[in-house]
Every structure is written in C-alpha cells, then in structure tokens.
C-alpha cells in the first residue's frame, strides 16, 4: 500500500520462490519496487480508487424485503450443478479446493426436495476426495487443496479448519446416506487431530507445513510433501510380498512414480498414495477374499506408518487460534453424537474448558494463545465460530455451563459487531483498529464466513429458548446480504446452510427426566442416528433446574410416570409426548 495506507496490490499467497504458476514473494516485491520508481503517480491514484470502491461497497444499501424467497436455495443449487465435475467430484476446475460447505448445502437441499442428485453429487464428492492423494492414508486428515482436476496431487499442507469442516461433512455425509465408509474417514480426522494436533493443556494447533526433508536425498534438502511421497522400493521392502502386491496395485505404486506430471522438483520417481483400484479390483487382481483385502492394507497402513515416523516431519504451527479451535470443537462435539464416540466429547470439552479458562476475560474473547501469552482482540469469527463449538457441545453432553457460555458470548457478539443500522455483522469491533473501513462479509471461502456461522447460532438460539431477539438478528443479517445472494448465491453455500433453517422446517426434540435412566443413551442414540440437519436437542432435567431460566417453554414439557420422555416439536408446539422406543422412531420417522 501507498504511505497514505491505500491499498494497490494484493495477494493470497506468494512461495518464496516461484511455483504451480505462482510467482515467488521476492518477484512481487522486486515488481512492486520497479513499478513504484517509474510510476508512482500513477499508482497512488490507482490506489485512491481502490479504496473509494472499497468504501462504496461497504456503504450499498441492503436488500429488499423478499430476502425470505426460497428460490435462493433453489438457484444455488442450480449453480453448484453447473460447476459439478461429473467425471471426478468436486467444482469447478483444478486447482480443487474441499468447500465442505457445499456438501453441507446439497445435504440439506436433498433432506428437503428429497432431490437424489443432490445427494449424489455430495455423497460422491466426499468418496472421490478420500480415496484421492488429499486424504492422508496413513495418517488421517486431508491436506490442503488438490493441483489437479482427480484429487491425486495435493498441497500437502494440512490446517486445523479443514480438518474440522471436512470432519463435520464427513459425518452429515454418514448421516444422511449410512455409507460407513464417510464415517471411517470421519474417524480418521479425530485421530489424526488428536494423535498430532492437540495441546497438552487439550487445545489444538493450527497447521503443518507442506515442506518437509526429502527421505531419499542424503543432504535432507526440503521439499513439497516429502513427508509424505513413497519410492516403489521401500514399500517393498517394508511388506510382505502379499501385502505389497495388494498394497502397490491398489495405490497404483510404480516403480517409475505414479504422479503424472511434476508440479515442483523432487516428485521424480515417487508415488502419492491414492485408490486407484478398488477393493473389489484389488481382491479380482490379487485372486484373494475381499477380507483377505482389508487385512492386508490394514497390516501394510500400520506398517508404513510407523516407518514413516522415523522421517523429520513437516513444521508444526503450535499457536492455538479460538476461531479455528471453535470449529473443531464442534467437529468432535458433533462426531461423538453420531459415532457414539464419547473420546471425541472429553477432548471437545477439554479444547473449549481451556478457551473458556485461558482466553475469556470477563466475557472478552482473545484470537491467540502461544506458549502461555494470550493476544489479539477477539473478532466476529472468534466469538461466532466458539459460540458454534459451545452450542454442539451443549447437544452432545446437556452441561448447562456450555449453553449459559454460548449465550453469554453470543451477547457479546450481537452488541460488538453487530450494524443496527443495515444489518450484518461487522468483522471487527468499532475503533478496535485503524481500518480504511469496517469491512462486512457473508462470502464463503476456504473457511465459512463469521456472518454464516452466527446466523447458524442464532438460529439455533431462538429454537433453545423462543427469544425473538435471536431470531430478529438472523433475519436482519440474511435481509442484508440478499443482494448477494442473489447474484452469485453458491459462493455463499454455508450461509445458505442458515437460510435453509429460518426457511424451515426447523424441529426441537426436547429430552425429559433424568440423564441416569438406563434407556437415556438408548434413546440419545435413535435421535442422534437420524439426519436431522435443522434441528436443536434440549435436555430437560426432571427437576427443570437452571434450563428453565434460559428454555422457559420447556417448563410443561416434564417426564412422564418417571420415564424418560421424549417431546417432538416445532415452533415451540409439542406433539404428544413419547416413552416407548418404538413410537420414537415413528415419531421422528415423520420428520426425517
């Protein structure tokens, strides 16, 4: 930017040398430098424009009155059809990045038309990026992006976000379709987050690097992904025969490579793992059982896996970032419920216990944690994206502490960023710092944005405790980015997610008695089975307790004779309450 601070270039990621297309930082700077001596007139006026249409967007009006037209979900699916790589998965061209988001949308969408291509493009999308190089196969987790249009030559770079918003899709994706293999590599996340990316204290860090020492270079030069490529001769020499036969054919392993073309040095030669043939393929090919099939990757994955621990790994990014953290979270909080996992909710309680502990001040967020120093103001992702954590976390285990947080938080989020005047969210707070002007976005990128989350949050608020007030600013935010949305509405698929709710129908399932009842899991389980994406649980105890402060229209809703009781609701209107497991599932067969 000029020294009056107008901004006249901008990026989002330059290597330090030039790569994939991209040029290196120093090419970008030595280019700004040169283009500042000869033109420096020129660009200083270039960049007094920039900033005046900056500021005249920030300042267009807000919507019209019709942002409550259902045909927004309707024309976005319309756009993410048009964008569907029917050959591979995924949209739009390579480089492919995994917006989660957009399966979520589909998801949804598909629950409400019960439009099976929804469905499939969805449930298709999330196969062809776990059998592709994305996934780590060892490991767990998916890397960054794709580079080309099949998903087999990654970024290798793994974030904590991805990590999150791929674990939740890949649960909804179960959810909905009961395919266990999404589930499988839902599990494969968490144990990747929770063997290599959490804290000691329970929170998680952000990232590991793309670069890494190449193994089979004896200078240990860094290279992108060496952590993980494989030459042919080692995976050999680390299996049986049978295994590395069932292993090579099914990762598609060569001797001479098996990546295509060379984006970058060092990929001579060796091989990304990726499912180039199928299970069924593989056992056709090895003239051995399906079971024989899965034992023998099994034994070969631990195998390599533990080889693959003795390289030096990538560069660990150990700040601990709230926004990032609230995602995962909920990822976990979200995963114990549906996987029946009660490790996932211990360690989503202990991420947020320590946020709450370390990172809250008298209701104050900050952003960072490192090395015991705790920094940076709070922004909307911040409080939007821990509220989220804190209200799947009040789903999966009906601790009052994590409800009576997100609504303390949520207050906060309303008062500090909220623009009475057009509606939305602000990201920053007023005069937190010295801006060009306070910028607002619905936009859904690589990570969803903090207006699509609170409007998420909101919705679920009104739906917990029937306050209008809740229900009042989500549709304020929704009206102020109508336009938006009608323009170009897939690139706002998670906000769409929100809209889908206020939309509805949206469902409260309130849980009566006492959590020590033998049939309370039982019956946890039949409701956390079912995909129900617009939905709240509320758990209310016999007694009623502090809930009924916060859930005052639960109060008549009690247990029955002492049983656990079960009230399927809508807009606060209960139908007859259930008690046997049996009229249960009728019960939420009629709303699934």
């Not at 995924?90 to 019960?114: I, M, S, V, Y």
């Not at 992904?225 to 025969?241: H, N």
């Not at 009040?394 to 938080?409: D, G, P, R, T």
């Not at 769409?496 to 939309?503: E, Q, R, S, T």
Request: charged content about 25%; proline content about 4%; aromatic content about 12%.
């Amino acid at each position: 930017m000029t020294p009056e601070k107008n901004p006249f270039y901008g990026g989002t990621y330059f290597p330090p040398e030039p790569r994939w297309g991209s040029p290196g930082f120093k090419e970008v700077l030595l280019s700004i430098h040169s283009n500042w001596q000869r033109q420096k007139d020129k660009i200083k006026e270039s960049g007094g424009s920039i900033v005046t249409a900056l500021k005249k967007r920030a300042e267009t009006p807000s919507g019209e009155e019709s942002f409550l037209d259902e045909r927004f979900l309707t024309h976005a699916v319309g756009e993410l059809q048009r964008q569907y790589d029917s050959s591979y998965g995924g949209f739009g061209p390579a480089p492919k990045f995994p917006t989660a988001h957009h399966t979520l949308f589909l998801l949804r969408h598909w629950k409400r038309t019960r439009n099976t291509e929804s469905l499939s493009m969805a449930v298709r999308t999330l196969t062809a990026m776990a059998n592709g190089g994305l996934q780590d196969h060892l490991g767990g987790g998916f890397h960054r992006y794709s580079t080309d249009a099949k998903w087999q030559v990654p970024h290798f770079e793994k974030m904590l976000y991805d990590q999150a918003l791929l674990g939740r899709a890949y649960l909804e994706g179960f959810a909905a379709s009961r395919r266990e293999d999404l589930a499988r590599t839902a599990r494969g996340i968490f144990t990747y987050i929770l063997r290599d990316m959490q804290s000691e204290e329970g929170a998680f860090f952000s990232a590991e690097d793309a670069d890494s020492p190449d193994p089979y270079d004896p200078d240990g030069e860094k290279i992108e992904g060496g952590y993980f490529l494989w030459k042919f001769q080692e995976v050999k020499d680390s299996l049986s025969s049978e295994e590395a036969d069932i292993f090579c054919f099914h990762f598609g392993i060569q001797e001479e490579g098996n990546i295509g073309y060379v984006p970058d040095g060092g990929f001579e030669r060796k091989n990304i793992l990726w499912v180039v043939h199928d299970l069924e393929e593989t056992a056709r090919h090895s003239g051995v059982s399906l079971e024989k099939v899965e034992q023998c990757l099994s034994s070969a994955k631990k195998k390599l896996f533990h080889k693959r621990q003795d390289r030096p790994r990538p560069v660990l990014d150990d700040k601990i970032l709230v926004d990032w953290n609230g995602l995962m979270i909920a990822a976990l909080a979200y995963g114990s419920r549906v996987l029946s996992e009660e490790l996932y909710l211990r360690e989503a309680r202990r991420a947020a216990d320590f946020i709450l502990e370390k990172m809250v001040e008298e209701e104050n967020l900050y952003h960072r944690y490192r090395e015991g120093e705790r920094a940076v103001t709070g922004q909307l992702d911040d409080y939007a994206f821990f509220v989220y954590g804190l209200l799947e976390l009040w789903e999966a285990s009906f601790e009052l502490k994590y409800l009576e947080w997100a609504l303390k938080l949520n207050g906060q989020m309303a008062r500090r960023f909220y623009d009475s005047a057009r509606g939305g969210f602000f990201l920053t707070e007023e005069g937190q710092e010295e801006l060009i002007f306070r910028a607002k976005e619905a936009y859904d990128g690589a990570l969803p944005s903090g207006n699509s989350v609170a409007v998420w949050n909101l919705l679920r608020l009104y739906h917990l405790t029937a306050d209008r007030k809740w229900r009042a600013l989500a549709e304020g935010t929704i009206k102020a980015f109508s336009r938006n949305l009608e323009t170009h509405s897939s690139a706002y698929s998670q906000f769409l997610c929100a809209f889908d709710g206020l939309v509805g129908p949206y469902t409260e399932i309130v849980i009566a008695g006492e959590k020590n009842d033998p049939r309370f899991p039982e019956v946890r389980k039949i409701i956390s089975e079912i995909f129900l994406p617009q939905c709240v649980l509320i758990y209310r105890p016999q007694e009623g307790g502090g809930l009924l402060k916060y859930a005052p229209f639960v109060e008549k809703q009690e247990g029955v004779a002492g049983k656990i009781t079960v009230y399927v609701c809508s807009g606060h209107a209960c139908r007859q309450p259930v008690t046997d497991l049996e009229e249960l599932c009728t019960a939420l067969e009629a709303i699934r």
